[in-house]
């Protein structure tokens, strides 16, 4: 008998499927920056060929906390005096005082009971969400379809049946409710702040729907912490819902310019997810350190309505600037601005054009993050970008598309 030598590899498969992503445009690249202390939002691109200053459009440190000099020093401070790595996952040694002060400030941000940290809002979605479902007999997930990769994963992990509402559809979710047994353990998920469109939940008409078909709802305010409310505590705060919303999800990576996630909810709902909820007890925990900043940068945001208010200012600069030059975007009630392009090729064209040509950064937004026909720029301002950049910004964009 001949020995049979397959010809393909397994290198080889995983080139062809990336020459195939590649090939549809949809590769993603990464580009290495140096990021300012000093000059947030801009960085500098090295290459061999020296340095060049450029101005980020995408960075959802919307409020420049990253680079806050208190925060900074609250960082710095706690690292000095209690090392880097916190050593252990929470319940081996991993829980220092700094975790519970700043479980404690994140609580009170949302007027909830308590919170609960982990190493990102990634995995507080993938974990609370499975955690939470599978707590229950035959649970049925309701998710609206615009909902993050990270919750997605959560409904994935738990298993559990799952119906899948219309984009802010309170008709459709409502069907889906109403032809559910009244009995049957249900979970509402969705967003304040939808990441991509930028639309905004109505989530007093989900609360109602919940309270009027027996549902449990979980929110992510990922991009709504820090700049919606009059203290930050999200557009949960600002639709006066916080004591309506069962679970709130958020992130110290974007406005509160950290890294991190959590759940804040009541007391038994926050000690089952931390008592079942693997991605919360099988990992190291937070540095110490970086508490520390982001209790300070919390601290800070809750304080400043006036940067929350720059900011917006900014969005409405922004958005002014792209009308005058007759640029067309999207328009939504939130401060994500995206031209669609509706091409993943032509989106790389200009995003290409606009960082060789005019020092401005941004990155093509294509498929599986958005839809196919939809890819095209999301365009993030932060409250330290200067009116002269916007305006820098919308002339370029003028020239390319
Ligand atoms: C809507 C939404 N939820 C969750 C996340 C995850 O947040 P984190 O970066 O803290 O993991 C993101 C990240 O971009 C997001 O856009």
């Known amino acids: 008998m001949p020995t049979v030598v397959s010809e393909i590899t397994y290198e080889g498969q995983l ?170 353990p249900k979970i509402i998920l969705f967003e304040s702040v939808y990441s991509m469109s930028g639309s905004i939940a109505p989530i007093e008409s989900i609360c109602e729907l919940a309270k009027k078909y027996n549902a449990l709802t979980y929110i992510d305010e990922v991009h709504g912490v820090g700049m919606y409310g009059a203290h930050g505590e999200g557009v949960t705060g600002e639709q ?27 007391e038994t ?37 006036r940067l929350r208010q720059h900011f917006h200012q900014n969005v409405k600069i922004l958005r002014g600037s792209l009308l005058a030059e007759n640029i067309a975007f999207e328009e939504n009630a939130s401060h994500i601005t995206r031209i669609i392009i509706g091409d993943s090729k032509k989106t790389k064209e200009v995003t290409d054009r606009l960082f060789h040509d005019f020092g401005i950064y941004l990155q093509p937004i294509n498929y599986p993050t958005v839809p196919k026909g939809r890819e095209g720029l999301r365009i993030v301002v932060t409250a330290r970008h200067t009116s002269a950049q916007i305006e820098h910004l919308a002339k370029a964009l003028k020239r390319v598309l």
């Open 15 to 184: 080139a062809e499927k990336l020459a195939l992503l590649k090939q549809q445009g949809n590769y993603r690249y990464f580009l290495p920056i140096k990021k300012s202390a000093h000059n947030h939002p801009t960085f500098d691109h090295i290459t061999e060929g020296g340095k060049k200053t450029i101005v980020n459009w995408t960075s959802n440190d919307y409020l420049g906390m990253s680079v806050d000099t208190e925060v900074i020093a609250a960082f710095t401070d706690a690292a000095q005096q209690e090392g880097v790595g916190s050593g252990g996952t929470r319940n081996i040694s991993g829980t220092t005082t700094q975790h519970r002060t700043l479980e404690k400030t994140i609580a009170q941000l949302h007027q909830k009971q308590t919170a609960l940290l982990f190493t990102s809002a990634y995995v507080a979605n993938s974990t609370a969400i499975s955690t939470l479902a599978r707590a229950f007999p035959n649970t049925l997930i309701l998710s609206d379809e615009e909902n993050h990769a990270s919750m997605i994963e959560g409904v994935k992990l738990s298993r559990c049946e799952k119906r899948i509402f219309r984009h802010n559809d309170m008709a459709h979710l409502e069907f889906l409710l109403a032809n559910t047994d009244f009995d049957r």
């Open 240 to 266: 006066n819902c916080l004591d309506k919303v069962d679970v709130i999800n958020g992130t110290l990576a974007k406005s509160f310019g950290c890294v991190g996630g959590y759940v804040a909810a009541n």
């Open 269 to 305: 709902i926050v000690d089952y997810i931390r008592s079942f909820g693997e991605g919360f007890i099988f990992t190291s925990s937070l540095p110490p350190a970086l508490c520390a900043a982001a209790t300070k940068s919390i601290e800070k945001v809750v304080e400043n309505d």
